[in-house]
């Protein structure tokens, strides 16, 4: 594909995310404390009971009623702060389904939120690979899984995620998926990326997770190994040609890499 050759699909992604985006930036002029690098919570950068938030939400969100029973599962969680925004998860939904995506990757379950608003956008043979090391967080989810109807679409594997890319490497798999959302233990993204990026189709996604991470990235601490590998791993994806990309401020901030 020559490099500034796109799809129908893609064009219209990128139309959409440069709308998007505009919107941000003008709101950013009007509303001072919605400025880039003000952090506001782990999940947003409006601030947890913002009015704004709020009426964002009531607004736009349209939420399967399975998805939100396990959405506010997840909330009574110490952890609930590892859990994908809603608005975040709803934007990668809607990519997915622009795309016509059947395969997808999640690196990083806890208790299958994002795992079961992919699945519920994938068409009935379609299916999503979910990686992570910890299962007793996605038992949590697994009941809502079968309750959604989508059971049978979630490959879970409990193993680390550098060796399920391997497998599905080896397996002759590179090249097949849709889309891959990354947001799993961040020293390891880099490798998730480029591993993703090898499974994933051209004109598929790569959804990054944490690129902003709570604003730390603006001064990234030498001893704060996650940060200084979130960071780089920007800096490395800004000049990645193998990508057209767009970091967005939702949630705690999320790269979309569209392969080349």
């Given at each position: 594909?020559?490099?500034?050759?796109?799809?129908?699909?893609?064009?219209?992604?990128t139309a959409v995310l440069g709308v998007a985006f505009a919107t941000g930036v003008f709101a950013g002029k009007k509303y001072p404390f919605l400025a880039f690098g003000i952090p506001r919570s782990s999940k947003t950068l409006l601030g947890k009971g913002s009015p704004l938030w709020q009426y964002i939400l009531d607004h736009s969100l349209r939420e399967h009623p399975v998805l939100k029973k396990l959405r506010l599962l997840t909330l009574d969680h110490p952890w609930s702060k590892m859990m994908v925004s809603c608005d975040q998860a709803q934007l990668m939904a809607n990519l997915a389904k622009l795309i016509k995506a059947k395969k997808a990757i999640e690196i990083g379950v806890f208790t299958g939120y994002n795992t079961l608003n992919m699945a519920l956008v994938l068409p009935d043979d379609g299916k999503v690979i979910a990686c992570d090391i910890n299962e007793d967080y996605v038992t949590i989810g697994k009941p809502l899984w079968k309750?959604?109807?989508?059971?049978?679409?979630?490959?879970?594997?409990?193993?680390?995620?550098?060796?399920?890319?391997?497998?599905?490497?080896?397996?002759?798999?590179?090249?097949?998926?849709?889309?891959?959302?990354?947001?799993?233990?961040?020293?390891?993204?880099?490798?998730?990326?480029?591993?993703?990026?090898?499974?994933?189709?051209?004109?598929?996604?790569?959804?990054?997770?944490?690129?902003?991470?709570?604003?730390?990235?603006?001064?990234?601490?030498?001893?704060?190994?996650?940060?200084?590998?979130?960071?780089?791993?920007?800096?490395?994806?800004?000049?990645?040609?193998?990508?057209?990309?767009?970091?967005?401020?939702?949630?705690?901030?999320?790269?979309?890499?569209?392969?080349?």
């Open positions: 594909m020559p490099f500034f050759s796109i799809t129908k699909e893609m064009a219209i992604g309750e959604a109807g989508v059971e049978h679409k979630i490959d879970l594997r409990i193993k680390p995620a550098i060796q399920t890319l391997d497998e599905l490497l080896a397996d002759g798999e590179a090249g097949t998926y849709d889309f891959a959302f990354i947001d799993a233990d961040k020293q390891n993204y880099n490798e998730y990326y480029e591993k993703c990026l090898r499974l994933v189709r051209k004109g598929g996604i790569i959804a990054v997770d944490n690129v902003l991470w709570h604003g730390k990235v603006l001064k990234p601490s030498k001893s704060d190994m996650e940060t200084q590998s979130l960071h780089h791993l920007n800096e490395k994806i800004f000049r990645d040609v193998r990508v057209n990309i767009s970091m967005l401020p939702v949630g705690d901030g999320v790269t979309l890499a569209f392969k080349l």
